[in-house]
């Protein structure tokens, strides 16, 4: 038990997996697949005693919860939708910036006097009062669904699961409305259909997500500690760049306010006896950086994209472990 290998469940195909493929990828643990695209089991390169298993996004979801997996890639509108109570079963770690879908209540564009979920709770009554029937609402999302209708105070409805294209239920009449997800909200225009102004369920992305429930003894721990140390490496070199420069008259003081009026770091801190200074800034306040530098006798301001920037700290991992801590 103490060997146990830390499970690292990502999506076994589609557009996720590469864009899972890519992240891993750039902090320098390419995701390695033995017996090619086939294989539902692989490793991380360069990171001992981990396994990645190869599932499929809502597959993820479940093995975070029962455990069998430790860290997971998978969307927020999964980890929602399939775990109860989740956020006593699974920690979201950190959002990855890809993989975007909101989840929303949809209705026929014909329906010009449905705009708010309380316009769509008056349709609900009448059509109950006129007809004796519920309008049914087609869904993969039902205990999403579910507990936004009622956080919205409507009980007219019923859910009628969804097996395939949920947004051409309406116009096949087997449903009233959807909820769905959406990235453009093209397929759903396609279909005649609008979401409601304030029925946005969820803004999904693909997340880190750790298990709380999975065993973690000290090597799957240190594992875990070793890939979030690369991930945060890559992470703070992605959001910075390197600025450096040679100015007799900068000082601590100096250096104190480029810090706080543009975001800086001072890695090795203040200027060195010669001058020279060496600066992380992002990318949004660089070239006002720049003319700070200038204008206070920097003659020259070079500026270099970085690859990893490695720091005593492990955000990841430390809230990771304060998590378990508690659970």
Known sequence: MSNEPLILAVPSKGRLQENVHAYFTRAGMPLKQSRGAREYRGALDGVENVEVAYLSASEIAGALAAGTAHIGVTGEDLV?????DADSRVMLLEALGFGHADVVVAVPQAWIDVRTMDDLDDVASHFHGRTGRRIRVATKYVNLTRSFFARHGIIDY???ESAGATEG????GTAELIVDITSTGATLTANGLK???DGVILK???NLVASLTASWPDATR???RAMFDRLGAEKRARTMREVRTRCARLNDALVAEAVQRFSCVAPFGGPTSSGMLTLHCPPRTLHDLTIFLRERGAGMVSVTPLEYVFASDNPLYAALEERLGQA
């Open 222 to 224: 240190a594992a875990a």
């Open 80 to 84: 929602r939708e399939n775990i109860r």
């Open 195 to 197: 979401v409601v102004d």
């Open 169 to 172: 239920t309406p116009a096949a």
């Open 204 to 206: 999904s992305q693909a």
């Open 158 to 160: 019923r859910i009628v």
